[in-house]
C-alpha cells in the first residue's frame, strides 16, 4: 500500500514539474515575442 501511495506522489509531483516548465516556457516566449 505505501508503495502505490509514493508511486501516486512521485507521478504528481511529475506533473507539477511538467505544467512549471510548460507555464515558464509560456511566460519566456510572451515576454521575448515583442522584440523579435
Not at 515558464?24 to 523579435?36: D, E
Request: overall charge positive; aromatic content about 12%.
Amino acid at each position: 500500500m505505501s508503495t502505490t501511495n509514493s508511486k501516486q506522489s512521485e507521478r504528481r509531483k511529475a506533473k507539477q514539474t511538467y505544467w512549471i516548465s510548460i507555464s515558464i516556457n509560456l511566460m519566456y516566449t510572451l515576454a521575448f515575442l515583442p522584440l523579435k
